[in-house]
């Protein structure tokens, strides 16, 4: 496994850091480590193929109208 140093980190930068480990009960190693995996994980995604597939998912079904159906409900 290869290591990386980050220098001139801003200040505001390294405390949110710091802040989001300490919520998630992780070193700040770990929680940079999970962000930059998760960062080339989101890279690699194709939306619009994400997109297509959802909608070949839904392709023919029937929605009811949402707002409509709020609507409804509010005036019994």
């Known amino acids: 496994m290869k290591a990386i140093s980050i220098r001139n980190v801003p200040d ?16 700040l190693q770990e929680q940079i480590k999970l962000i930059l995996e998760q960062e080339v994980k989101l890279s690699k995604r194709s939306f619009l193929a994400d997109a297509t597939e959802w909608r070949k998912k839904f392709q023919g079904r029937g929605f009811n109208d949402t707002v409509k159906d709020v609507w409804e409900d509010r005036q019994r």
């Open 12 to 27: 505001n930068v390294y405390v949110g850091l710091q802040k989001m480990a300490k919520i998630n009960r992780r070193s």
